[in-house]
């Protein structure tokens, strides 16, 4: 089946500094990849839609200042969360449409960001 | 707006006996609905799916959901329930195939040996 990574799976960083996290899909090509945020006990909120070659599209009330998306090629999504502050810390989630009749989307393992 | 409802935030089953996570939704058209479980600290892992056909829907790990119409409900449900199935489960929504993909608020499922 598709297998979506992401890299690292877990990170923690000091107050101000920026964070990468990459979400790559393996064996097939993605043109629409979405990011996810997941508090503690949480359900998943969708923080943005990125497309490959243009913009990504962010839900109301992420800050894309913030959340700097880049989805430069097909296989490859990268979430930059610039000057992260402690209320950052958050398990984010991507996801990848394969495409096909239903589109479906294969979800990455996730990555634990604790900002100190 | 499409949403989709876990009414319940926990449930608790003995080893060995049938189990139902439920899961109603909302939406303006013919839903797609999925159901993912989620281990500590790791993604979703893709159980089953409803998009057409067949209403009773088998899944992973020995897992199946009903689509009911009238209801507007896709309840989880497991036979004979394992200790291992012990872990967070999402109930999911989407409209079309370009639509986004709206979670449900989760249910902790806990097996008791």
């Known amino acids: 089946g598709a297998v979506v990574s992401q890299h690292p799976s877990w990170v923690i960083c000091k107050s101000g500094t920026s964070v990468k996290i990459e979400c790559r899909s393996l064996?097939?090509?993605?043109?629409?990849m979405f990011w996810y945020r997941q508090f503690p006990k949480q359900s998943l909120m969708l923080m943005a839609t990125s497309n490959e070659g243009s913009k990504a599209t962010y839900e109301q009330g992420v800050e894309k200042d913030k959340f700097l998306i880049n989805h430069a090629s097909l296989t490859l999504s990268t979430l930059t969360v610039t000057s992260a502050h402690p209320e950052d810390s958050s398990f984010y989630i991507c996801s990848a449409e394969a495409g096909g009749p239903y589109n479906e989307q294969f979800f990455g393992p996730g990555t634990r960001l604790t900002v100190l | 707006a499409q949403s989709v409802a876990q009414p319940e935030d926990q449930v608790n089953v003995a080893e060995g006996n049938p189990l139902t996570v439920k899961c109603t939704y909302s939406v303006s058209g013919n839903p797609y609905l999925f159901w993912y479980v989620q281990y500590p600290n790791r993604g979703l892992q893709f159980l089953l799916k409803y998009i057409t056909g067949d209403n009773l829907v088998k899944g992973s790990y020995g897992f199946e959901a009903e689509f009911n119409k009238s209801q507007t409900s896709f309840h989880l449900k497991k036979p004979s329930a394992l200790v291992s199935d012990s872990a967070l489960y999402f109930c999911?929504?989407?409209?079309?195939?370009?639509?986004?993909?709206?979670f449900g608020s989760g249910t902790r499922l806990s097996i008791r040996p």
């Open positions: 064996d097939f090509q993605a043109t629409t």
């Open positions: 999911a929504v989407r409209v079309s195939s370009a639509s986004k993909i709206i």
